[in-house]
Structures are given as C-alpha cells and as structure tokens.
C-alpha cells in the first residue's frame, strides 16, 4: 500500500515537482507541472500536501470543482494522491487564516515544503502578493501507485 510520505518521496531529487490535474467546467481534465510539499494542515494539523497557484485557469476550477489529483514520478515509478483542494489566500479567504502576515508566511512555508529556496524573502514575499497568490491544500482520500 503506496502512503501519502511515499508518494512525495518520488519527487524529493525534483523539488517536489508533481502533475496536478484539476477538472474544466464542461467536464475534460486540465494538467499542469507544480512544485507541490507535504506539510501539517494550518487548522487541523493532518498530513497535507500543499503547492500555490495563481491567474485563471487552475483556481477557476478549484474553486468550482475542487477534486483534484497529483501524481509524483521518479522514472517509471509513479504515484497519485487524490483529494478536495482547500484554497487559501488574498481572494480564498479562511476563517483560520486571520490575516495578511499569516498568508504571506504560510506561502512561505509551502514553497520551501516544496524543496524551494530563496536568496531574498521580501522580494518572495511581494512577488506572492503580487501574483495574488494562493495556497492550494489537499487533504488526501486516495493514494495508489504503481508499486
């Protein structure tokens, strides 16, 4: 049985690199390429993973379907997560996230669950605000691979 550590462990050498494919309004898959970590839930404290996002396409489909999965590969080894996007940030506000400050450092918290690093936080930081950024939380309810 493939775990949710697992999982994330077959991207570890690419930063977390992983597929997540959300599903369009008339029903066909959109995927793309996210440095996606693992990391407590803020409120709950449960295994989640975790990626920021931004612009149209992938938040417009979270927001209105936010079932989605990940799949993480190292070779021909794969593995997928399947779960319900929670979303958190400057327009996907959470009544456990009180505030801007609390954003700006749980965006930074994901990226480096991710396996990123940065020479100059602030400028991180005014980037994410920027961009209007978003946190992207899964709580997983399925994870199978081929191994």
Do not use: C, I
Not at 6 to 25: C, H, I, P, Q, Y
Not at 50 to 71: D, I, M, S
Not at 88 to 116: C, I, M, N, T, Y
Not at 125 to 134: G, K
Request: without cysteine; hydrophobic residues 45%.
């Amino acid at each position: 049985m493939t775990t949710l550590d697992d999982a994330v462990a077959l991207a570890t050498s690419e930063s977390g690199l992983a597929v997540v494919a959300t599903v369009r309004a008339d029903g066909t898959v959109q995927a793309s390429l996210v440095n996606v970590g693992r990391l407590p839930h803020p409120a709950t404290g449960e295994p989640a993973l975790a990626f920021t996002t931004y612009g149209k396409v992938k938040l417009a489909n979270l927001r209105a379907r936010p079932q989605l999965a990940v799949t993480f590969k190292n070779g021909w080894q794969w593995a997928t997560v399947e779960g319900r996007a929670e979303l958190a940030g400057p327009d996907d506000p959470q009544p456990w996230l009180k505030d801007a400050d609390q954003l700006r450092l749980l965006l930074r918290e994901v990226f480096s669950a991710a396996g990123g690093t940065h020479d100059d936080w602030d400028e991180y930081d005014r980037v994410m605000a920027r961009e209007r950024r978003a946190v992207v939380l899964v709580a997983p309810t399925r994870v199978y691979s081929n191994g």
